[in-house]
């Protein structure tokens, strides 16, 4: 039997309270819908429909083709929403799985669980279900005295014994195809909220002797809804609680995990110690025995074995082994560091690639520059890489080393083991081997003070 699945993300998301669709809202760096589709993915689903309306275009716009995108022009209900798969779904015979675009938590597990549980029953409809202490807000389940269900009724509709019910709707089902269309038309808005509610189909089934099923989701933190950001930030932090426990699981010491943030597709090696503060964002990967933290910032940061990043940030840019950085260093985007560089404290690179072994200990910038082998960069050095409308290279050759407080005023050249003196502003090429000073004599004035001089000159 074929597997189809339609995600319900049509709605504004009043509750969020902003100009962004709910759906795109990220957890762990990637919408709400990126997370659900990754999880359809797994479970290998042959056809996925997204219901999109409100931010239509942005949402469609992060689909980029892994679903069809279908129209539901005004927002009249949950049921409403799933009548507009119903053309993308022409011809489909089998089971539609129903997700909602603001659960993002789900496993592919308990999806997989799911759709076993309805084949298993035969059922017409199967929901998921699950226990919650507080579940405000959500519809209830009510069940017969013999257990079965017999319908669904949301927190607006419910009545006092209604809401004492701790079972709640998840808004996930299994759904059998055949005849589903025609039943949803059936459906009519007679609630508090004058909606078409997707969950009356339980009722309208039950009361045709048609097969209900349910299957309660041993983890309820799995299926939270997510209607408001602070509902967001609890789902957050589920998400980071779980990634993280899988990272030290595979052998990655987290100090702190209540201090440590990291969003989708990082990766971290065995060995490696993640101290509290640090954030690692999307396209962050970390190779082996590495430590990072406390309060550091990677995002798209690839770090081979050993590494070591204290206080820093580091965005797009590539750390071979052995590397230190920091404390209070910010490399930015574009920067390669061969094994064994060091990068001390108040150091901002951009753009640059720096080869094995070299030094840039402290109070410096280094932009749109390449560094040879073993070079050593002096306190205060800076590249002076713009003037004004464009950006000029700077090239420092193997062993060169350079004068603390150096300018290097870009396109220039240092070649391999030249010098440059302290303070110097640097406008010409230096050849190998060369010692390169640009500044003014040192002048005495004996007796200065007692002449009565004062301050400089
Ligand atoms: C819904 C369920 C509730 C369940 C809860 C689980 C209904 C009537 N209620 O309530 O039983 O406990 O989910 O989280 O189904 N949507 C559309 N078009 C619409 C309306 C909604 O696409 O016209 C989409 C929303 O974008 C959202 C999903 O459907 O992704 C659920 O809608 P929402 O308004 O959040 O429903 P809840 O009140 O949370
Ligand atoms: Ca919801």
């Known amino acids: 039997?074929?597997?189809?699945?339609?995600?319900?993300?049509?709605g504004k998301?009043?509750?969020?309270?902003?100009?962004?669709?709910?759906v795109l809202h990220p957890l762990?760096?990637?919408?709400?819908?990126?997370?659900?589709?990754?999880?359809?993915?797994?479970?290998?689903?042959?056809?996925?429909?997204?219901v999109a309306g409100h931010g239509l275009e942005?949402?469609?716009?992060?689909?980029?083709?892994?679903?069809?995108?279908?129209?539901?022009e005004q927002q009249l209900g949950t049921a409403h929403a799933l009548l507009m798969a119903e053309s993308a779904l022409e011809g489909y015979a089998g089971d539609i799985l129903v997700l909602c675009g603001d659960t993002p938590l789900l496993r592919p597990g308990t999806l997989e669980q799911l759709v076993r549980e309805h084949r298993r029953q035969q059922a017409a409809a199967t929901v998921l279900t699950a226990q919650l202490a507080d579940p405000t807000g959500y519809g209830r389940v009510i069940r017969e005295a013999d257990g079965r269900v017999s319908r669904i009724v949301e927190q607006?509709?419910?009545?006092?014994?209604?809401?004492?019910?701790?079972?709640?709707?998840?808004g996930l089902y299994c759904l059998r195809s055949t005849g589903l269309f025609a039943a949803l038309k059936e459906i009519r808005p007679q609630n508090a909220q004058g909606e078409y509610y997707l969950t009356d189909i339980i009722g309208l089934y039950v009361g045709?002797?048609?097969?209900?099923?349910?299957?309660?989701?041993?983890?309820?933190?799995e299926v939270a809804g997510i209607n408001d950001r602070w509902q967001l930030a609890q789902a957050e932090r589920?998400?980071?609680?779980?990634?993280?426990?899988?990272l030290a699981k595979s052998g990655v010491t987290v100090l702190d995990p209540e201090h440590t943030y990291i969003e989708v597709d990082v990766t971290v090696g065995p060995d490696t110690v993640l101290l509290p503060g640090t954030y690692l964002a999307r396209g962050t990967r970390i190779g082996c025995g590495c430590t990072i933290g406390p309060h550091t910032y990677l995002r798209a940061a690839e770090l081979g074995d050993g590494v070591q990043v204290r206080f820093s940030v580091v965005e797009e840019s590539r750390l071979e082994s052995g590397c230190t950085v920091g404390p209070f260093a910010y490399i930015r985007p574009g920067c390669y560091l061969a094994e064994q560089v060091k990068v001390g404290d108040f150091v901002e690179l951009k753009k640059a690639t720096v080869g094995p072994g070299s030094k840039i200990p402290h109070l410096s910038y280094i932009g749109d520059a390449t560094l040879g082998s073993?070079?050593?960069?002096?306190?205060?050095t800076i590249t002076c890489n713009y003037d004004g409308k464009n950006k000029w290279p700077t090239v420092v050759e193997d062993g060169a080393f350079i004068g603390s407080n150096t300018n290097l005023v870009a396109p220039v050249t240092v070649g391999a083991g030249a010098v440059t003196g302290a303070g110097s502003t640097i406008t010409k090429d230096v050849p190998a081997g060369a010692l390169a000073v640009e500044r003014a004599k040192q002048k005495i004035v004996p007796d200065w003070k007692k002449k009565g001089g004062q301050g400089g000159e």
Do not use: W
């Open 28 to 50: 762990g760096g990637q919408p709400m819908l990126g997370h659900v589709l990754d999880t359809l993915a797994a479970c290998r689903v042959e056809k996925v429909v997204v």
């Open 208 to 221: 045709r002797g048609e097969r209900v099923a349910a299957l309660t989701c041993a983890d309820p933190a």
């Open 156 to 170: 607006k509709d419910a009545t006092a014994d209604e809401l004492a019910v701790k079972e709640i709707n998840t």
């Open 58 to 72: 942005q949402v469609a716009a992060y689909v980029d083709g892994r679903a069809q995108v279908v129209c539901q």
């Open 238 to 246: 589920v998400f980071r609680l779980r990634h993280l426990e899988e």
């Open 374 to 380: 073993s070079v050593n960069i002096g306190a205060g």
């Open 1 to 10: 039997m074929t597997l189809a699945a339609v995600i319900l993300a049509a």
């Open 13 to 22: 998301g009043t509750r969020m309270k902003s100009e962004l669709p709910k």
